[in-house]
């Protein structure tokens, strides 16, 4: 069983950054796969992205490529989602999530049994 929480979320600007985080507490998570999601409101939970800590893969959605990045901190146990050239439509709750390999859809939530409880991010343009 592992255990996830997000923090960074908050208010950023168009054209700014924000990092999220995300700790992992319970064991094994180096061998999970993680992905980030976010959900906007009155939208459906959408894929954003997704890291494998053995491999080091990582995964984007269209509409985060070239501009959000993963990151890992092994001894910390905490995966990142570092967002740059923020858009007002990233605003979202985003999420963590893991699941013990192998994985066959890296963007279908429902492959993920473990999340976080969310964070808040908003982006003003």
């Known amino acids: 069983q592992v255990e996830l929480a997000e923090s960074g979320g908050g208010w950023g600007q168009a054209g700014g950054s924000l990092t999220l985080s995300c700790v992992a507490s319970?064991?094994?998570?180096?061998?999970?796969?993680a992905a980030w999601f976010r959900q906007a409101p009155g939208k459906e939970r959408e894929f954003v992205a997704a890291?494998?800590?053995?491999?080091?893969?990582?995964y984007y959605a269209d509409s985060v490529k070239g501009r959000f990045t993963v990151s890992k901190d092994i001894a910390k146990n905490t995966l990142y989602l570092h967002m740059n050239n923020l858009k007002p439509e990233d605003t979202a709750v985003y999420y963590c999530?893991?699941?013990?390999?192998?994985?066959?859809?890296?963007?279908?939530?429902?492959?993920?049994?473990?999340w976080g409880q969310g964070i808040q991010v908003t982006v003003s343009s």
């Open positions: 999530a893991a699941r013990r390999p192998p994985t066959s859809d890296w963007s279908n939530r429902d492959e993920y049994p473990y």
């Open positions: 319970g064991g094994g998570f180096s061998t999970y796969h």
């Open positions: 890291f494998t800590w053995v491999e080091g893969s990582r």
